[in-house]
């Protein structure tokens, strides 16, 4: 094709104009894929991480508890309804503990042992030989000071709202990325907290199991976990609105940067356009030949970034993205390391809104060439 060639030729003529365009637009294109693959990455990692260890396939919550108001501890609970098969019931409960002199408020949740559906090793409190073994997150650990064998006193009320309190054992600390089910609590079997609590086979939640049908139980209500990830889905959701700025920003440095270049060329190549219609090419062909030049900045653009930004990715990918400790505290699933996930729909989508946008920048400019008097073009006159 004689547009494309010709095209070809006025690019590798132009030098550092030329790479100086692909580079920008090559960072643009880097950046795009980098930023969101790194959200997809944070998303899948903490949606997963929140199946395994708190969510499950759903929540059957007690009417009277809502997992953000701890004034509905003491009332949200009741007796385990018949038919709850695929379920696993956690009791929650309240009550302080004293490390070194200090109270610290904390929330107990009691389940079976023996349970695989999450990942906490409450299983390990069937090793111990003490008579209220616990264990804990990391998070928690660090902030109260506790560590793996450390006892300390544990104040609780029953039922009735009769004090009690005793020695608990921190058996396990456990590592998890989910703050939700570790900072201020601990994990207890749940055979063990009834009977601190006069409780017996009542519970304040379940968590559902692959193979649970939702059916209508009195008292209760099942939340799905589409709707438990929510939260995290739409967090993510929001990142990606403000990162699409920095996106926006570098596409428009990288297309005006194409669109000048565009307009200068035509403004100084004005004999070249006369000469080319003279010799017998249409205005059309001629439009042609301008848009692909440059349109020809986003292939190459492609192409470079791709060879500086594989690398980066692939690092990214074997080792992660690391998260400064501060951001882990912030209340929400996040792990020391970030993986990116780089999708298909990712990469195309990219790439085909750099060659779109490229195009569109290349073709407005040309629309003048329609215009131009090729007569006074080839007598080299400013038009």
Do not use: C
Request: zero cysteines; hydrophobic letters at 45%; proline letters at 4%.
């Amino acid at each position: 094709m004689l547009e494309f060639k010709l095209s070809i030729k006025n690019l590798l003529g132009a030098k550092l104009r030329t790479f100086l365009n692909l580079f920008v637009l090559s960072i643009s294109f880097v950046v795009i894929i980098l930023l969101n693959s790194l959200m997809d990455g944070w998303d899948d990692q903490a949606k997963k991480d929140s199946i395994n260890w708190e969510y499950g396939y759903g929540h059957l919550i007690n009417n009277n508890y809502d997992p953000l108001d701890p004034f509905t501890i003491n009332d949200g609970h009741s007796k385990i309804p018949q038919g709850s098969e695929n379920l696993l019931p956690i009791l929650v409960h309240q009550g302080s503990i004293y490390p070194k002199g200090r109270m610290i408020n904390i929330k107990v949740n009691g389940t079976f042992p023996e349970q695989d559906l999450l990942k906490l090793p409450l299983n390990e409190t069937l090793k111990s030989s003490s008579k209220y073994p616990v264990i804990i997150g990391k998070r928690f650990a660090e902030s109260a000071g506790l560590k793996e064998g450390d006892d300390v006193l544990f104040r609780w009320r029953d039922k009735n709202g009769t004090y009690d309190a005793n020695n608990v054992t921190i058996i396990k600390v456990f590592d998890s990325n989910v703050p939700t089910i570790d900072v201020g609590q601990f994990w207890i079997s749940i055979n063990t907290l009834w009977e601190m609590t006069d409780q017996k086979d009542e519970a304040t939640y379940f968590v559902a199991n692959e193979s649970f049908i939702d059916k209508k139980f009195d008292g209760w209500t099942f939340r799905s976990q589409e709707s438990l990830l929510k939260v995290i889905t739409d967090l993510v959701s929001q990142k990606k609105i403000q990162q699409s700025i920095v996106y926006i920003l570098l596409m428009g440095i990288a297309l005006l940067a194409i669109f000048d270049t565009q307009v200068l060329s035509i403004f100084r190549r004005q004999k070249e356009i006369g000469t080319l219609i003279a010799l017998g090419m249409t205005r059309k062909r001629v439009v042609k030949l301008f848009t692909i030049e440059g349109s020809l900045y986003s292939i190459l653009a492609i192409v470079f970034g791709s060879i500086y930004g594989s690398p980066l990715f692939y690092l990214l990918y074997k080792n992660g993205f690391p998260v400064p400790p501060a951001d882990q505290k912030v209340g929400i699933a996040i792990s020391d390391f970030i993986y990116p996930l780089y999708s298909f729909k990712l990469v195309a989508g990219t790439i085909f809104l750099v060659l779109l946008s490229s195009i569109i920048v290349s073709f407005i400019p040309t629309k003048k060439i329609s215009k131009m008097n090729p007569v006074l073009a080839l007598k080299g006159k400013l038009q």
